[in-house]
């Protein structure tokens, strides 16, 4: 922005080429020279110049021939040329309009005239490929696939494509004169910070990139966006480029990869390990096995094997839905969740667990979580296995605490294990392809489940909180989930069950 207009001056006397020197070197150029036809085509090609001081008396190739050439160069064509010349009659100067001549001025010079000739020419041609540059970047960026637009020092927005205003649900002949922040919480939760809303916020000390979401309905599935912010200029106008990326496939992906990963960690080594077990056991002891020894084995390796076709029909069905891209699956009921609860403890082998629950929990089966059974022991697998992993001996004690709203379910899982530092808390729903950057050791794995949990919640409206316990060791999961009312039958029960 601040770049040097470029004189390339061009005359075969070098006392002519000192005295513009002295004429236009103090006013604020960058001053090139060339003492013949030849040299002047070969600098203007690599220099670019914003304007060209050609002598016309001068030998070999004159300067009439010289601008000739260099208007038959494509990328030459439009730069201006001033030619100087001793001679001020009628053809002299009707020669130069023919050759493509801008302008001209004759010896001896008048150095304010000089001066002035070479300042407007300068700031009209400066001018000119401004207005070609943003005539272009209008163009590219109204025809990309990609979203993106330009913020003031307020947070508005001043330019959007069309990309874009579908992004932030603008039509096209919808005013943009609105606060970007205000617009995007309008429709969009944050997973950074899922518990707070996306404004106040402060630009120059956000870290960015940064992941929002809209929220699925009965009739679309969730939809992730990538904000990404560069700050283009000093100006109060023009001061941000904001680039909106689709990158719903890609968190998609990621959750039911780590989805699949825990239900094959979790629910495949429980009824793994009686088969290995106990038919290891018969094959170093069957010659001294009894029968009612070999019936109790065989019984031992039957369950766990008719268990284990169980949970591996449990997970296939779980990727056939998800890889169908319902946008809603079985929901949860707070019977249900109570029953998940359940699962997951006797799954993970908890030692201590205690649930607080709202009376008369019947009353609330007419309501619903928008979400999956499936993705609610997902997500408890993922917390109470996180209390186990960080705990020091390796058996917590997990407090389970639901408290049911008008509209809403907020879920408080607390256990007695470690405790995170301010920065740890403030990261832990960092996206996993980011984790790498604020997580080291033990914590960096907590803070990758902890983003999954985050984007499940996120997308069905939810809100997380990480924060640590105030009368004892441990840290907090508080989830809030919305609640409504059933409009349609959920399956019994008796159908989702371990």
């Known amino acids: 922005m601040n770049k040097k207009n470029t004189v390339l001056i061009v005359d075969d ?106 300042r407007t020419i300068t700031n009209l041609n400066r001018y000119q490929r401004l207005l070609n540059e943003q005539i272009k970047f209008k163009w590219m960026f109204e025809n990309t696939n990609e979203a993106y637009l330009i913020l003031n020092d307020s947070i508005q927005i001043t330019f959007i494509n069309a990309k874009a205003r579908l992004y932030l649900n603008l039509s096209t002949d919808a005013s943009i004169n609105n606060n970007f922040m205000e617009l995007i919480a309008k429709y969009y939760h944050q997973l950074h910070e899922p518990s707070k809303n996306l404004l106040p916020i402060d630009l120059k000390t956000t870290k960015f990139p940064r992941y929002i979401v809209r929220s699925d309905t009965e009739t679309a599935l969730p939809f992730w966006l990538k904000i990404d912010l560069m700050e283009i200029s000093e100006t109060s106008e023009e001061k941000y480029l904001v680039h909106l990326c689709d990158v ?93 609860i359940t699962i997951v403890e006797e799954l993970l082998k908890v030692e201590s667990l205690f649930v607080s629950k709202p009376d008369e929990i019947e009353t609330f089966d007419n309501f619903y979580i928008p979400i999956s059974c499936e993705a609610i022991e997902v997500i408890l697998t993922e917390l109470f296995a996180n209390a186990q992993k960080f705990h020091p001996t390796g058996t917590p004690t997990i407090n389970v605490d639901i408290k049911v709203e008008s509209d809403s379910v907020c879920i408080q899982i607390r256990d007695n294990g470690i405790q995170l530092s301010p920065e740890q808390l403030s990261n832990v729903w960092i996206p996993y392809y980011q984790a790498d950057k604020y997580f080291t050791g033990e914590v960096k794995g907590m803070g990758l489940g902890l983003s999954m949990v985050g984007t499940l919640v996120l997308e069905v409206g939810g809100t997380c909180q990480a924060y640590n316990c105030t009368q004892e060791a441990g840290i907090v999961i508080e989830l809030t989930l919305p609640l409504k009312e059933r409009d349609f039958e959920i399956m019994d029960i008796d159908e989702y069950s371990d």
Not at 14 to 31: F, I, K
Not at 54 to 60: N, R
Not at 65 to 75: G, I, K, S, T
Not at 101 to 114: G, Q, R, T, V
């Open 248 to 340: 719903t496939d890609t968190i998609s992906i990621a959750r039911k990869n780590w989805t699949f990963s825990g239900q094959i960690n979790h629910k495949l080594r429980t009824p793994l390990s009686p088969i290995v077990n106990g038919s290891d056991f018969l094959l170093n002891n069957y010659s001294d096995i009894t029968p009612n020894k070999l019936e109790q084995f065989l019984k031992m390796i039957n369950s766990g094997a008719t268990r284990l076709c169980e949970q591996i029909e449990k997970i296939l069905y779980y990727t056939e839905i998800s890889n169908n891209g319902e946008a809603t699956q079985e929901r949860c009921t707070i019977t249900k969740l109570l029953l998940t």
């Open 13 to 118: 006397q070098e006392a002519m080429r000192d005295a513009l020197r002295g004429m236009l070197g103090n006013q604020g150029y960058e001053l090139a020279f060339a003492n013949n036809g030849q040299e002047a085509i070969k600098l203007a090609a690599q220099l670019l110049p914003d304007i060209i001081l050609l002598d016309v008396m001068m030998p070999d190739m004159n300067g009439f021939e010289v601008c000739q050439h260099l208007r038959a160069d494509p990328v030459l064509a439009k730069v201006p040329i001033v030619i100087i010349t001793a001679l001020n009659d009628q053809e002299s100067r009707l020669r130069g309009i023919e050759v493509g001549a801008d302008d001209f001025i004759s010896k001896p010079y008048n150095i304010i005239e000089l001066r002035a000739r070479v």
